[in-house]
Nanobody, 126 residues
Framework: QAQLVESGGGLVQAGGSLRLSCAASGGTFSTHNMAMGWFRQAPGKEREFVATINWSGSSTDYADSVKGRFTISRNNAKSTMYLQMDSLKPEDTAVYYC?????????????????WGQGTQVTVSS
């Protein structure tokens, strides 16, 4: 069964860094020709867009709140996407979800994504 699996979450102090990974698994499922993205959901809030990358990695987009601190990248040979998070703030605390779209263009809209991971918790202490 096609699925996405996130890893790399954890507890970190403000100002620290974490690197999230999102790997495709399940038979022949591959994300190499899919746009992908990261979203997050903080307690009591709706899920929000964080970052997106097109199928080749040549185009990316970020939420204003993470620009200059987070970097999205991918390795298509490994069907894996990454989110490097630097200068973390307590307000970055959330469950982070990765997603993949059958389309090839990067997208900030949740409805354009067809596959979702289960999420990984990121907690930033002050």
């Amino acid at each position: 069964q096609a699925q996405l699996v996130e890893s790399g979450g954890g507890l970190v102090q403000a100002g620290g860094s974490l690197r999230l990974s999102c790997a495709a698994s399940g038979g022949t499922f591959s994300t190499h020709n899919m746009a992908m993205g990261w979203f997050r959901q903080a307690p009591g809030k709706e899920r929000e867009f964080v970052a997106t990358i097109n199928w080749s990695g040549s185009s990316t987009d970020y939420a204003d709140s993470v620009k200059g601190r987070f970097t999205i990248s991918r390795n298509n040979a490994k069907s894996t996407m990454y989110l490097q998070m630097d200068s973390l703030k307590p307000e970055d605390t959330a469950v982070y979800y990765c997603a993949a779209s059958r389309g090839t263009y990067d997208s900030t809209a949740e409805y354009t994504y067809d596959y979702w991971g289960q999420g990984t918790q990121v907690t930033v202490s002050s």
